[in-house]
Every structure is written in C-alpha cells, then in structure tokens.
C-alpha cells in the first residue's frame, strides 16, 4: 500500500489552513481513514497496562458510553443549493485565528504512551494551527513545550497548599504559557478500577507481568520507553508542583496527588488574582458553576465530564451544554469528552459551543505514528469537518445554530 501524506496536504487550498508541509505516515499505517482507527492501532501497539490507562474511565464506564452516545440524540436538518465553494472551517477563539474549531485535550502522561508525547502534541498542533493544551501530570517539564509551541495552553491541578500554588502558577508564568487552564473536577482521585485490573499505576510497579507485556510490545518497549530512559534518564512527573515530583517506574515512591478536598472557589479568585494571562476554568457542568466562574473572572469555560475519568454517571457535556451557552453570553463557552468524529464537532457548535477539545484519539496517533500520527488525526478531522460542512449547508462555522439540528425520534 502507497504511503499516504496527511489530508491536509492533499484538501483543496482553504483560507486560514496550515501552509506546512505534511509528514507521511508509516506504511503499515495506511489503513487509517478516521480517529477511530487509530485506537484500534494503539490497542496492538501499546501494552495492555498503558492502553488500559488511556482508553478507560471509572467503575462501570458509564459515563464514557454516555458522552458518546449523546450525539445520536440530535440528528441533521440540511440546507440545499448553497455555494460551498469558499466554505472555511477556521474559527476564531480567545483572540486567535485557528485553522479549525477543535484542539488538542490535557492527557496525563502521554510520554509514556508516546515518544516526547507532550512535545510530539504540542509540535503537531503548532504545524496544523490549532490550540493544544498541555496536561499538569505531564513527563516533560513544560519549559521545554512551550518552547517547541509558544502558542501551547497549560493545565494545572491546583496543588493542596496555597504556596505550592502560588509557586506553580509564577512557574508557569515564567515559563511562557499565555493561557492558564484550572481543571476543578478532580478534587479526590476517581476510582478507576480498569487501571489496577489491567496492572496499571502512577508509578509503575515492576512485576513480571509488567516485563511480559514489554516483550509482547517490542515496538514500544524500544520505541517509546527504553528509547526514552537511554536519551532523557527515567521520566518524573515534572508539573504538579513548582518542584520535581515522582518518578515515573518505582517499587515503592508514591505519585504526589494532594488533596484537594478542600478547594473552594476562593482559591479560584487568588489565581485570578496572580494570573495576569487568559484563564479558563475546565469541568464545568452545571449552570450556577458557570455563573462562578464567569463571576470569578474566568475568560472561558471547558464544559467537561473529564471523558468519563471522575464520577461514574455523570451527565454528557452535551446535553448540559445549551443551559450553559445561555448564562455565559459574551464568554467563550467549550466542551470536551466523547469526541470522535466531524459530525460530533458540528454538533456542538451548533448547540452554541465555541470550540472543541479532543483528547484520547490525538494521544493514540502519537503513540503509533508521533507526530505525522497527530498531524493526520488533526487533518482527517478538519476534512470531516469541511465535508460535512458543505452537506450541511453551512460556508462559516458561525452560520450553526441550533436550526440545524431536530431531536432524535421527534
């Protein structure tokens, strides 16, 4: 099979798409047509521990059959003889141009499922115009991201002390970052029971089932993690705190995950306070949350169920979704979890979401292909976003509202 470029090189010319030449992807890789078929290459790649930890959620996966089901709640209402010829899906978002209206998610630990993974994300976002935000339980310290893309966002768990916080927002501040994203959704750890089944932990614990999946997987044994211990030593987790945290492989070093149990939105006001950049607030779900954070001072909203990974049976951002665009008039309102497909993105907008994140198939295509891997999914989205733009009836992304949409069943 010929090896293919990204989509984005061979899509007619639109305005505002990316001018940087595209990587091409491994031969064996030539199959992938969608974002889902990079999960079932991930599922051959990467050992049954790590895939575990990228693709599940909590308990029973409630929640994460629910986000995606909550797409098939609404269906298309098209309009006809609509000159499509100049159609764009650049979108603009917090004072920016992008080439379409989705980014990249935060996903923890995304080095250890991909090589360089959080620069590999951040590079392939910088190339193909669009915003990626870099996860706080990261593996590569955040200098070195935003360095490769200074247009990167940084998401931050907010430390369980007042002066751990404050030292690790003037880090980010020093660092570059222009956009600060406070996730408040994960006040304790979730209950993720697929990962302990599966044999997965932060740390990781050495055990011989661990080293039998590291030799079922040679392609990423070499690949991925003793190519990473042998040029950068053994990762940590490096952005919890101001300070270095964990390593990432040990026998008996715990992972720091403060409590924060006790985190009000106070807390949210002092980071205002000491952010002089834009600021987003991310795991917002009801709609007296929203009227908070826009009170406290917050520039956007991510409404999020934080992809099925914190309470099982949480409603679907989706379905929350137009109560929220409601109360947050003139604030950019976003949304994540569940996130698949052109149409999905399409959806949303048209629900009044001003863009979209994406966060496990961006995390998948790193892993089996890095960066021409990202810069495939990026391009194969934005080509579903366009074409299905144009059956849609729809020349500017701004066009959407909910007229385009009929509940399902009705």
Same mark, same amino acid.
């Given at each position: 099979?010929?090896?293919?470029?990204?989509?984005?090189?061979?899509?007619?010319?639109?305005p505002d798409t990316p001018v940087v030449p595209a990587l091409r992807l491994p031969a064996r890789l030539g199959h #992938?047509?969608?974002?889902?078929?990079?999960?079932?290459?991930?599922?051959?790649?990467?050992?049954?521990?790590? $895939?575990?930890?990228?693709?599940?959620?909590?308990?029973?996966?409630?929640?994460?059959?629910?986000?995606?089901?909550?797409?098939?709640?609404?269906? $298309?209402?098209?309009?006809?003889?609509?000159?499509?010829?100049?159609?764009?899906?650049?979108?603009?978002?917090?004072?920016?141009?992008?080439?379409?209206?989705?980014?990249?998610?935060?996903?923890?630990?995304?080095? @250890?499922?991909? *090589?360089?993974?959080?620069?590999?994300?951040?590079?392939?976002?910088?190339?193909?115009? #669009?915003? /990626?935000?870099?996860?706080?339980?990261?593996?590569?310290?955040?200098?070195?991201?935003?360095?490769?893309?200074?247009?990167?966002?940084?998401?931050? *768990?907010?430390?369980?002390?007042?002066?751990?916080?404050?030292?690790?927002?003037?880090?980010?501040?020093?660092? &570059?970052?222009?956009?600060? #994203?406070i996730t408040v959704d994960s006040s304790i750890a979730s209950n993720r029971e697929n990962n302990i089944r599966a044999?997965?932990?932060?740390?990781?614990?050495?055990? @011989?089932?661990?080293?039998?999946?590291?030799?079922?997987?040679?392609?990423?044994?070499?690949?991925?993690? @003793?190519?990473?211990?042998?040029?950068?030593?053994?990762?940590?987790?490096?952005?919890?705190?101001?300070?270095?945290?964990?390593?990432?492989?040990?026998?008996?070093?715990?992972?720091?995950?403060?409590?924060?149990?006790? +985190?009000?939105?106070?807390?949210?006001?002092?980071?205002?306070?000491?952010?002089?950049?834009?600021?987003?607030?991310?795991?917002?779900?009801?709609?007296?949350?929203?009227?908070?954070?826009?009170?406290?001072?917050?520039?956007?909203?991510?409404?999020?169920?934080?992809?099925?990974?914190?309470?099982? &049976?949480? #409603?679907?951002? +989706?379905?929350?979704?137009?109560? %929220?665009?409601?109360?947050?008039?003139?604030?950019?309102?976003?949304?994540?979890?569940?996130?698949?497909?052109?149409?999905?993105?399409?959806?949303?907008?048209?629900?009044?979401?001003?863009?979209?994140?994406?966060?496990?198939?961006?995390?998948?295509?790193?892993?089996?292909?890095?960066?021409?891997?990202?810069?495939?999914? %990026?391009? @194969?989205?934005?080509?579903?976003?366009?074409?299905?733009?144009? /059956?849609? &009836?729809?020349?500017? +992304?701004?066009?959407?509202?909910?007229?385009?949409?009929?509940?399902?069943?009705?």
């Amino acid at each position: 099979m010929q090896i293919e470029p990204s989509a984005a090189a061979t899509a007619p010319a639109l305005p505002d798409t990316p001018v940087v030449p595209a990587l091409r992807l491994p031969a064996r890789l030539g199959h #992938v047509l969608s974002l889902d078929d990079f999960e079932r290459a991930a599922r051959r790649h990467l050992p049954a521990p790590v $895939f575990a930890y990228v693709s599940g959620a909590v308990e029973r996966n409630a929640s994460l059959r629910a986000n995606a089901a909550s797409f098939e709640q609404y269906e $298309f209402l098209p309009r006809m003889l609509v000159d499509m010829s100049r159609r764009t899906t650049a979108t603009s978002l917090l004072g920016r141009r992008w080439s379409a209206p989705f980014g990249i998610a935060p996903m923890g630990i995304s080095a @250890l499922s991909a *090589y360089r993974g959080d620069l590999v994300l951040a590079q392939a976002a910088r190339a193909e115009n #669009v915003p /990626m935000i870099m996860s706080g339980s990261s593996l590569i310290r955040m200098e070195e991201v935003v360095q490769a893309n200074p247009d990167a966002w940084f998401q931050a *768990y907010l430390p369980g002390v007042e002066s751990e916080m404050q030292a690790l927002i003037a880090r980010v501040r020093i660092a &570059g970052f222009r956009t600060l #994203v406070i996730t408040v959704d994960s006040s304790i750890a979730s209950n993720r029971e697929n990962n302990i089944r599966a044999g997965f932990s932060t740390p990781l614990r050495p055990s @011989l089932a661990l080293a039998w999946q590291g030799l079922t997987h040679p392609r990423w044994t070499f690949g991925t993690f @003793l190519r990473t211990i042998a040029q950068h030593g053994m990762p940590h987790f490096e952005n919890n705190f101001a300070r270095r945290g964990a390593p990432i492989l040990s026998a008996t070093v715990q992972r720091d995950f403060s409590d924060r149990g006790h +985190l009000t939105w106070e807390h949210l006001r002092m980071v205002r306070r000491l952010w002089p950049g834009q600021l987003v607030v991310k795991g917002i779900l009801d709609v007296r949350d929203a009227r908070l954070a826009i009170g406290v001072g917050a520039d956007g909203i991510i409404v999020s169920n934080h992809g099925g990974r914190q309470l099982d &049976g949480t #409603v679907p951002p +989706l379905k929350v979704l137009p109560g %929220i665009v409601a109360v947050c008039r003139g604030t950019p309102v976003m949304i994540d979890s569940g996130f698949r497909r052109g149409t999905d993105v399409l959806k949303a907008l048209a629900l009044g979401a001003s863009f979209v994140f994406i966060g496990r198939p961006f995390n998948y295509a790193a892993s089996v292909a890095g960066e021409a891997g990202v810069r495939k999914g %990026i391009g @194969l989205l934005r080509d579903e976003v366009s074409r299905n733009m144009a /059956m849609l &009836g729809v020349t500017e +992304l701004h066009e959407l509202d909910a007229s385009y949409l009929v509940p399902a069943g009705r």
